[in-house]
Nanobody, 124 residues
Framework: QVQLMEAGGGSVQAGGSLRLYCSIS????????MGWFRQAPGKGREEVALIDSDGHTRYGDTVEGRFAISKDNAKTTLFLQMNDLKHENTAMYYCAFNPAHCEPNWDEDAMARWGKGTLVTISS
């Protein structure tokens, strides 16, 4: 079955950058929807960015222009480049995969699979 594993998190100062990685094993199906989510302490899960089978992307309002999602289908890897990080971006970041179109609430579908998360901590 599909499994995901995140890497690349860490602690940086505000204004710094990080690049997150999500390795996906078990096969990449088409269509599919992949994305990054985060959950800050005391807050709900938030969609950060997503990318569909055709490479189309969507970003949350607070990260567009600073974050960039991309993928390498050959290496079955998902990336999230995060620039100009802010203290408010501190959260556990998760990658998700679903062998379906990027429909509303795609991440809540029973077929969605998640990694265990990688922690990003930004100091003010």
């Amino acid at each position: 079955q599909v499994q995901l594993m995140e890497a690349g998190g860490g602690s940086v100062q505000a204004g710094g950058s990080l690049r997150l990685y999500c390795s996906i094993s078990g096969g990449i199906y088409s269509p599919n929807c992949m994305g990054w989510f985060r959950q800050a302490p005391g807050k709900g899960r938030e969609e950060v960015a997503l990318i569909d089978s055709d490479g189309h992307t969507r970003y949350g309002d607070t990260v567009e222009g600073r974050f960039a999602i991309s993928k390498d289908n050959a290496k079955t890897t998902l990336f999230l480049q995060m620039n100009d990080l802010k203290h408010e971006n501190t959260a556990m970041y998760y990658c998700a995969f679903n062998p379906a179109h990027c429909e509303p609430n795609w991440d809540e579908d029973a077929m969605a699979r998640w990694g265990k998360g990688t922690l990003v901590t930004i100091s003010s």
